[in-house]
């Protein structure tokens, strides 16, 4: 079924939004911020349905954007749906942002706001403290600049395809020959894809330069001397600091690189090679042939659904609900943005998955990470407030990451019980590996936004330096450019700077959930979804509390989640 919000099933009716009202359009929207903006908040009782009001305009407006956004990166190369999401970055979000402001000191300023139930309302009141502190009205053409180059990227990247085995593809597609045996083919289709995104290098640099101008001229105007600093508050990590991440750097480098680089040693061995070659690092070390769980994107939503079911019920029900209603969007075809993402649709309280699969075995890992943040959408959705509908990101995670590993226990509804083993090990070894990478692309943020006004070829140093630092055994040797442009695959950096620490938070609070589940299934599994159905309404340690979790990714825990995964291979 294919994606169309007007069909989706209306269980949250609008009482303040009327029900027709056009939300990409300005002259509709602006009444009604001005209503809100006049209305006095004297009283408990009339704040509290001021705050219903602007939740649900809040609401109505975002799912707005998030249907624009969605269907632009279904179809990159569709200029009207390219003009329909520039419209509303341009148009809407920036005349937008300076109600907000006002509303949000009309709250603050309230009397009636020292009567409001303390603990109900304290994420709430942070939150927009923070706000207000951090708006800055020249900022609002910036952001919208730095949202017009971010789609930029997604453009430049939907459009990279190779001539490869007779037709053309994607370069997600081109993915799976790195599982071939055949070494020489691996080769080719890795030389192949290198070439494609080199051809756009000098492109994405100079992007990446505009994105990094913009982005310390809006730390300044906020009045921050640099940008890592400015963008920890604006995403509200108010229970840890750099110097926290730079703890998690080195745990990492003492803890996961070791086993990384063992891992690879021992596929070496088995491999026969002197030394790997980054076309020998998906292969399976034994010569047996690629897992393919699946063709076609049924065939990967119904096994997925079987997975489901048997981790829970209600997980179960809630993915065919979203099967059903078209908000699955996974196979990867030409014009597709990169990536995947699960967005909510806040209005109708419902999850989209976006993914670009192409038969492996890691598609299936993906869809499992999506729909979980597709459960914790499902149980955040009676949250009162749309804000509580979202969980901070570092917990946000958690609810992915788990469903990765829950979910991998059921992998026999692709593999025979050999096959979804081998799986499930993999997977294991990968997570030394996907440490090793968060700490690689959070360390480089660090030094990104820390040293203003660096070249690009200082840049491609600091990049190579962190490579030596976290990277694996393989030679890169006659391949240096393209190691050097590494980086530039990882959308994070152009689309949501500083967001990845909270990958690595976060596969540690997994493999707690894991472990939990592990020993009582029952257990496990009701303390991950009371953890879910708070959504954002408590504070980061609240959360992971919820979840019978400690919130810390230091060194301990590092290592602690580094021996575990050690035991679970031995």
Request: glycine letters at 6%; proline letters at 5%; hydrophobic letters at 40%.
């Amino acid at each position: 079924m294919t994606f169309n919000p007007d069909e989706l099933p209306r269980n949250y009716p609008r009482s303040f939004v009327p029900p027709q009202a056009d939300l990409g359009d300005w002259e509709q929207i602006e009444p009604l911020l001005i209503q809100l903006e006049r209305r006095p908040l004297d009283s408990v009782e009339s704040l509290e349905g001021w705050l219903q009001n602007l939740s649900e305009l809040g609401s109505t407006i975002g799912e707005e954007g998030a249907v624009r956004q969605i269907r632009m990166t279904c179809q990159t190369d569709d200029p009207e749906l390219e003009k329909a999401y520039l419209h509303f970055i341009q148009e809407i979000e920036p005349r937008l942002k300076p109600y907000l402001h006002r509303l949000q000191q009309l709250y603050l300023a309230s009397p009636a706001r020292q009567g409001l139930d303390l603990e109900r309302y304290r994420v709430w009141d942070r939150r927009t403290e923070n706000a207000v502190a951090l708006y800055h009205e020249e900022n609002i053409p910036l952001q919208t600049e730095e949202q017009v180059l971010g789609q930029r990227y997604q453009k430049l990247t939907g459009a990279m395809t190779v001539e490869f085995d007779g037709r053309r593809q994607t370069l997600q597609q081109m993915t799976r020959y790195l599982e071939e045996t055949d070494r020489p083919k691996r080769r080719q289709a890795w030389e192949l894809v290198s070439e494609r995104r080199l051809a756009d290098r000098q492109a994405l640099d100079e992007l990446y330069d505009q994105l990094l101008a913009l982005r310390q001229r809006i730390a300044h105007n906020a009045g921050f001397a640099n940008y890592r600093d400015y963008a920890f508050r604006a995403l509200e990590r108010f229970d840890y600091t750099p110097e926290d991440c730079l703890r998690f750097h080195q745990a990492v480098e003492q803890s996961a690189v070791p086993l990384l680089r063992r891992f690879q040693a021992e596929r070496a061995d088995q491999l026969e090679l002197e030394s790997l070659r980054p076309w020998d690092l998906q292969v399976d070390p034994q010569g047996r042939p690629p897992l393919r769980p699946f063709d076609q994107a049924e065939e990967l939503i119904a096994g997925c659904q079987a997975i489901l079911r048997q981790v829970s019920p209600d997980f179960g029900k809630e993915f065919q609900q979203m099967a059903d209603l078209g908000l699955l969007e996974l196979e990867s075809r030409v014009g597709k943005a990169p990536g995947g993402y699960q967005a909510t649709l806040s209005e109708h309280r419902l999850p989209f998955i976006f993914m670009n699969a192409a038969g492996l075995d890691g598609d299936v890992r993906t869809l499992l990470h999506e729909a979980g943040h597709a459960f914790h959408t499902f149980a955040a959705r009676e949250q009162f407030l749309g804000d509580y509908r979202h969980a901070p990101t570092e917990f946000s995670e958690v609810a992915s990451i788990s469903m990765e590993l829950l979910g991998g226990e059921q992998l026999e509804a692709f593999y025979s019980p050999e096959a979804a083993a081998r799986s499930r090990r993999e997977h294991l070894e990968r997570i030394a590996n996907l440490l090793a990478w968060i700490a690689t692309i959070d360390a480089f943020q660090h030094w990104l936004y820390t040293h203003p006004g660096h070249s690009p070829q200082e840049r491609q140093a600091a990049w190579l330096e962190l490579h030596r630092r976290f990277g694996g055994q393989e030679s890169w040797q006659g391949y240096e450019e393209a190691l050097g442009a590494v980086w530039q695959r990882q959308l994070h950096l152009y689309l949501v700077p500083f967001y990845y620490i909270e990958y690595g938070i976060a596969q540690l609070g997994a493999l707690g959930i894991w472990n939990h589940w592990q020993q009582d299934h029952q257990a496990g599994l009701a303390a991950y979804r009371r953890a879910l159905a708070l959504g954002g309404s408590r504070s980061l340690p609240q959360l992971f509390e919820a979840a019978e979790l400690p919130f810390d990714f230091g060194a301990a825990t590092v290592a602690t989640a580094i021996k575990g995964i050690e035991a679970r291979l031995a």
